[in-house]
């Protein structure tokens, strides 16, 4: 379907040039004073010096050019010279009607599909998620869900850390705790045992321990770097240690990621390109792309044009060792091949934004990546505390992703019960878990990503305001009147758009059409934010209808279909909303 904007425009368009003006101004925007109309053109005034005249008759011209228009109801031409306009209820109401029946509500098919990875989560094997790991968790999952209602081929891909010192970290502490253990038997060329020799809850005090240790004890730490150097040359028992801590990891991630209604289609890690990187380096070395410096090899990604300095990108330490940019270079090269995507999108921690820089220049100077594919780096900012420094628990210490959430978890849970004493505690407890969900996501992607944010538990879990539980407070009002309109013998199926409104109800279809330019946007700019904004509005404007329309005592039944189509139209729209912000509204709350 075209877009409200763009059909009101060509109306406003063909009135410029009737009255003899130039076409282009016609362009229309939402009215900055609501109170006075629904749409204004401001092109009037660009338009007066064009013609030297006075940009009041211009307007006045074109109001007269758009009598008897079937879009606008009403045009004023208003000091010094703004159109102002209010739309004809007829055009709104089939406009919304046509909504209604296409798919997608109207968005348009892309011209083009493309095929985008998302690159997000990032989380570090057997070190436990925390709360920076939640933005790129949530703000991923619904850039991907955006580009593929948006109609593309998405995929989604973990990145794990998984090759890292963290590794050799923990093998070395293991082997100072269990050196019976057959890993570390050179001799042994038996079978490695089926079970890992720890649970998830030990991996995870492992690994702080050992990172404590290697801090203080250079021994220790050199030790580590062994460690980590002897399992990315392949040191069999180092392996099998390694394939277990990463089972063990894996299976605690899904369980947390599945919490957050967070789907990955590949769990790939630093670790699943080590086969690749020697031919990547001796490619970048043949091809006089990579030279030695120090020891290390490195590519020089610095540009005439730069203002700050940027360093260039070491592909191999001094004793031969890969680095984190290997990792996600060689990544790049696997993925060209694999497949070929138009897009690679990171969704990291902004202040990785200088390393992204030099890897994304590498790959480009390198020619590792097709000139058609755009890499881009969707960096995210801090998430704060109410006293504006970064949220930390109550006793200091680094905010773990469980414990955060079991808190907002804990409060949904306290409230809903007041709400509602008497419902089963399970179903409470379910609902509170989903609300709470809500309330952490849309806390988060309300914000543009780039900005840093301030996690204040209260704000996001009040059913008031601009919140995630506020938009599912509004659902479930939306759900909770067609329930009690089928229940009174009402087809919702036979509902039907009526093309007289009331201000409110119009008011409501005007936010609705709204819809497929926004989704367009969101998409266009990754910007998740952009529906919340939307889905806010909107619920504001279907709770002030609410307010104002008896809508079941309606006695008009030409009215009340109409009111119940609205309805139906609403939920629908705010529930595809909230699928591709990565949450959803329960039956009651
Ligand atoms: N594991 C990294 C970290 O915790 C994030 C990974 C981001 N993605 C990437 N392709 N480098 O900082």
């Known amino acids: 379907m075209e877009k409200f904007l763009d059909l009101i425009s060509a109306e406003m368009k063909q009135a410029f040039e009737r009255a003899g003006y130039d076409k282009e101004l016609g362009k229309m925007t939402v009215s900055n004073r609501p109170d006075l109309c629904e749409y204004q053109c401001n092109g009037a005034m660009a338009g007066a010096k064009l013609y030297k005249k006075a940009p009041l008759v211009i307007a006045q011209d074109v109001a007269k050019a758009l009598e008897g228009s079937s879009v606008f109801a009403k045009v004023e031409a208003a000091p010094p010279g703004f159109l102002n306009c209010s739309l004809s209820d007829a055009f709104v109401t089939s406009y919304i009607a046509g909504m209604s029946e296409a798919d997608k509500f109207g968005l348009s098919a892309p011209k083009k599909k493309e095929k985008i990875i998302i690159d997000y989560g990032g989380p570090n094997v057997a070190k436990p998620l925390h709360v920076g790991h939640l933005r790129s968790a949530v703000i991923g999952e619904s850039v991907k869900r955006i580009a593929r209602y948006a109609g593309h081929e998405v995929i989604g891909d973990i990145h794990m850390g998984d090759w890292g010192l963290q590794m050799g970290l923990i093998i070395t502490e293991l082997k100072e705790r269990k050196p019976e253990l057959p890993y570390f038997d050179e001799s042994f060329t038996g079978e490695y045992p089926k079970e890992a020799p720890f649970t998830i809850s030990e991996l995870e005090e492992i690994y702080p321990t050992a990172s404590g240790k290697s801090k203080e004890d250079a021994d220790y730490k050199a030790k ?64 006089g792309y990579a030279h030695e410096s120090e020891g290390a090899l490195v590519v020089d990604v610095k540009e005439e044009t730069d203002t700050k300095e940027i360093p260039p990108c070491m592909i191999l330490k001094s004793d031969g060792a890969s680095l984190y940019n290997t990792t996600d270079l060689a990544t790049i090269m696997e993925r060209r091949d694999k497949y070929a995507p138009d897009r690679i999108i990171y969704v990291v921690d902004k202040r990785q934004d200088l390393y992204f820089e030099q890897v994304f220049r590498c790959a480009r100077k390198t020619k590792i990546v097709s000139d058609q594919t755009e890499l881009l780096f969707l960096g995210f900012g801090t998430v704060n505390g109410t006293d504006g420094k970064p949220y930390k628990t109550r006793e200091g210490g680094v905010m773990r992703l469980e414990r955060l959430i079991s808190e907002i978890n804990d409060k949904m849970l306290a409230k809903i019960t007041e709400n509602d004493p008497d419902s089963d505690m399970a179903q409470k407890e379910q609902t509170a878990k989903q609300v709470a969900l809500a309330a952490i996501k849309y806390g988060d992607l309300s914000n543009q990503a780039s900005k840093d944010y301030i996690f204040d538990v209260d704000r996001f879990t009040s059913f008031e305001g601009d919140t995630g539980p506020y938009i599912l407070y509004t659902i479930v009002r939306i759900k909770s009147i067609l329930n009690k309109y089928a229940q009174a013998g009402g087809n919702i199926a036979d509902a039907a758009f009526c093309s007289e409104t009331n201000a409110s109800e119009k008011a409501l279809m005007l936010e609705l059409a709204k819809f497929n330019a926004m989704m367009e946007a969101a998409y266009a700019e990754s910007a998740p934010h952009k529906v919340c904004a939307f889905i806010y509005d909107l619920s504001n404007a279907f709770n002030h209808f609410y307010h104002e329309t008896k809508i079941l005592t309606e006695e008009n039944e030409t009215r009340k279909r109409g009111y119940i189509a609205l309805l139906s139209l609403t939920k629908e729209v705010l529930e595809t909303c909230i699928d591709v912000l990565g949450f959803s509204a329960p039956e009651k709350m």
């Open 224 to 287: 580590a770097m062994e460690a980590t150097h002897l399992l990315q040359i392949g040191n069999r028992g180092y392996r099998a240690l390694w394939d277990h801590i990463i089972a063990v990891s894996v299976a605690d991630l899904k369980k947390n990621y599945n919490n957050l209604n967070v789907e990955f289609d590949l769990w790939n890690g630093e670790s699943s390109v080590q086969d690749i990187i020697p031919g990547m380096v001796s490619y970048m070395k043949s091809e």
